[in-house]
């Protein structure tokens, strides 16, 4: 699937209990991509999910390990058309 780095940049949405960091800038495959669009966001136990489109028209789902922050993708559409 390629190299991945953290997203460098995150926005956060504050609750009482929970601050979720949303992904703004990845790196996938050597080539560094801006976040256009957040398309939805889910949690999971252990994960928190992103699906985002990237400023070069791709689809991106990437996953957040909640316990040690570490970001992955886990599915990548160049046409820009995942689910």
Same mark, same amino acid.
Do not use: H, Q
């Given at each position: !699937?390629?190299?991945?780095?953290?997203?460098?940049?995150?926005?956060?949405?504050?609750?009482?209990?929970? #601050?979720?960091?949303?992904? &703004?800038?990845?790196?996938?495959? =050597? &080539?560094?991509?801006? #976040?256009?669009? #957040?398309?939805?966001?889910?949690?999971?136990?252990?994960?928190?999910?992103?699906? #985002?489109?990237?400023?070069? =028209? +791709?689809?991106?789902?990437?996953?957040?390990?909640?316990?040690?922050?570490?970001? +992955?993708?886990? !599915?990548?559409?160049?046409?820009?058309?995942? =689910?």
């Amino acid at each position: !699937m390629g190299s991945f780095a953290k997203p460098s940049k995150f926005g956060s949405n504050a609750t009482p209990a929970i #601050v979720e960091e949303t992904p &703004r800038r990845f790196s996938f495959d =050597g &080539r560094t991509s801006e #976040v256009a669009e #957040v398309l939805n966001a889910w949690l999971a136990p252990d994960y928190r999910y992103f699906k #985002v489109r990237g400023d070069d =028209g +791709a689809c991106y789902i990437l996953r957040s390990d909640a316990l040690t922050g570490r970001w +992955a993708p886990t !599915m990548f559409d160049r046409s820009g058309a995942i =689910g």
